[in-house]
């Protein structure tokens, strides 16, 4: 019984590995690769008597319908297209290490067939400079999962880039954190909690510049709020800037509401012009995170409310204009 199950394995892995929709194996393919693969010989009766059992299991096996006696795997636990899609995010996020990009797209691979693999090889040798020197990542990922599971504290460094484009934490500061959630955001990935001696307010760090992480399960607090949504508060920190969110009012030109819609969400209050191509919206947002989106969309935006804001935003317009006048 035990030699049955451990066949019904190498079968499926041959399927697997080896077949697609386009790339059926006939049963004298199949019977080679176990001997190959596996130095296992079987009869014909016996390969098809294990695949009726993967079939009947519910593995989805299909024959060719072109080819006779081919046959290929059908159910896989990723799409090709999911596949792809996930190792081009992988490939493009910045904030995980190259080597350890490399590791999870080999795992992404092996869910596909070698004629996948071979095809879309050329994304694990593609250099992406923006790669992020920490290789402490998935580490810091993990110990702040155990936090949050603990409902304790973490202490990490902080780390910046300096000059000589290395990340480094200069000012040696020791950051006491209590992790409420990981999200991903702006390009990013943030660990969101409360600071030790602030529990009310709610602070952000990027995760691949965080150092020295370590666990105190000994720091433990249960009335750390863990119910609120990441991504309304997320939705408010425009860039990711700190600070409290005050409402703020813009007149925008129609050809940035895409860009509007995708940094502040769909649930926020669009007041168009008729017969204008201008619409004011009413969002939420830190007072940093705001002055630089509207310093970026300068051309197509103007900041209404609040007064103060609109202030500050004319000041660092004429204080700058002095850069580009003509000498």
Do not use: W
Not at 63 to 74: H, M, S
Not at 291 to 297: D, E, G, K, S
């Amino acid at each position: 019984m035990e030699k049955s199950r451990v066949l019904l394995f190498y079968i499926y892995s041959v399927l697997k590995q080896y077949s697609d929709e386009t790339h059926p194996l006939n049963s004298t393919q199949i019977l080679r690769h176990l001997e190959m693969q596996y130095q296992i010989q079987i009869n014909r009766g016996t390969l098809y008597h294990h695949i009726q059992a993967l079939q009947d299991y519910g593995i989805d096996i299909k024959n060719a319908k072109c080819i006779n006696d081919g046959k290929y795997l059908v159910d896989r636990q990723l799409e090709k297209s999911e596949v792809f899609l996930l190792i081009n995010a992988i490939h493009s996020a910045h904030f995980i290490p190259a080597s350890q990009s490399k590791q999870l797209i080999e795992k992404l691979m092996e869910t596909q067939s070698i004629y996948f693999q071979k095809e879309y090889r050329y994304l694990q040798v593609i250099h992406n400079r923006k790669k992020s020197p920490n290789k402490a990542f998935f580490l810091n990922i993990e110990v702040i999962l155990d936090a949050i599971d603990k409902k304790c504290a973490v202490t990490f460094y902080y780390m910046h880039y300096t000059v000589d484009k290395k990340m480094k934490c200069e000012d040696q500061k020791l950051h006491i954190v209590y992790p409420i959630h990981i999200v991903t955001e702006n390009g990013n990935t943030y660990l969101i909690g409360s600071h030790k001696r602030h529990k009310d307010s709610i602070i952000h760090y990027r995760v691949d510049k965080i150092t020295r992480i370590q666990l105190l399960e000994h720091d433990v607090d249960t009335t750390i709020k863990r119910d609120f949504d990441p991504y309304t508060y997320t939705s408010t920190k425009p860039f990711m800037f700190g600070g409290a969110a005050q409402r703020v009012i813009l007149r925008c030109h129609l050809s940035i509401l895409d860009d509007v819609i995708d940094l502040f969400g769909n649930e926020i209050m669009i007041i168009p012009y008729r017969n204008q191509p201008y619409f004011d919206v009413s969002v939420s947002a830190s007072r940093q995170g705001i002055i630089y989106f509207a310093l970026q969309y300068l051309k197509y935006c103007e900041l209404l409310e609040p007064t103060d804001i609109r202030e500050e935003i004319k000041e660092i317009l004429a204080s700058n204009m002095k850069k580009y006048q003509v000498s």
